[in-house]
């Protein structure tokens, strides 16, 4: 048996894997040896089945540099449509696309680039094209306002095919976009067949139910609160990298309500220890730690967390923290991250959305809130 069949072998193998960082790790190293053998298809192939992975159960934002890899491949190519049709292009540009959304360390210009050039290989394939105004319309959501209407109606106005997103995705897309830009009763409106669940996938309504949860907390209107984060809770695994954003939001919630299950989950995110390339389900992380860490350390000064490993970076070896430190740790990295998003952006979107979380843990109900709708003001 060759080395290319042994390799195409040990991937059909991997299709009988549950979606897993296990999985992920085995796809990895075939493309590698696909890479050292210089196998064209199989090199292109394995990863945008790797890159699929990643966006299924993984950090996302590594989808990146996948997609980068793939792009170089497909340029030493003649054709940019294959005779059979879809080869992945469609799916490649999405990927990266969404991506950039996460990724604040690809500064504007670079990003805008980016999106030329993939805009550029979708019109030598057919398909794509609403998929690809809906992508931009999230990422201009919190960028510029009118670009993201712009390519709103673009989106809108362009039929759907093969490659469009699911129309559950696509709805909760257009609720996180009037959402952002303030339009609050648009933003109930569409998410109404979404919490009545004529809508749903994979991701629906969880990443509706997200933004609801912040939203009520940053009132700290728990009766809202406590329904969402008990439904994000069940349905998300601790062990799903894409998962880390709703168990941030979470775990901000069960500060207030059930202290003792928000540590707990707060432990076990720690114990499995991984600094995402994705910074916005980082962000939410972090913020959530930071919330349990400043309510458990009104009564506690320690926390115990014997299974924490070394490469953390305020690990100790009794595994004694104290609060106030670890709460001082994840504000700082928490505005770090906010900082880069609107650098990068030229907004104070995150750090607006952090101020909240902050206010939002010392509000009391019946006080006059600090925090006034846009389309209000």
Known sequence: MTEEEQIRQAYKQTLNMPPSKARNEILYSLVKRADIIKSHHLQKYLRWMYASELMRCGDQGKVFAVVAEYIALREEEEKWCPPGGIDGIEYMADYCLEVLCYLPQITLPQAEEIIKTLEKMLLYNRFGRRLYYQRLFRFYSVIDTNKALEYFYLFKNTRR????????CEQADMVRLFYRIGDITRADALARPIFDGTLKCHDVPRNVWQVYLQRALDYKDLKKAVPLAESLYRTSSINDPTDLGYFGAVMRCFAFTSQAKAVNILKSLLEGWE?????????????GAWTVCHEYSKQES????????????????NGIYNTKEMEKWFYSQAVSVAESFDRRNGTDYYIKELERVVSGAGYKEGQRFWLIERNQI
């Open 275 to 287: 600094i995402l390339w994705d910074k916005e389900r980082w962000f939410s992380f972090l913020t």
């Open 302 to 317: 320690t926390m115990y967390i014997p299974k924490l490993p070394d490469k953390v970076p305020f690990w100790n070896e």
């Open 161 to 168: 095919d093969i490659c469009s997103d699911c129309k559950a």
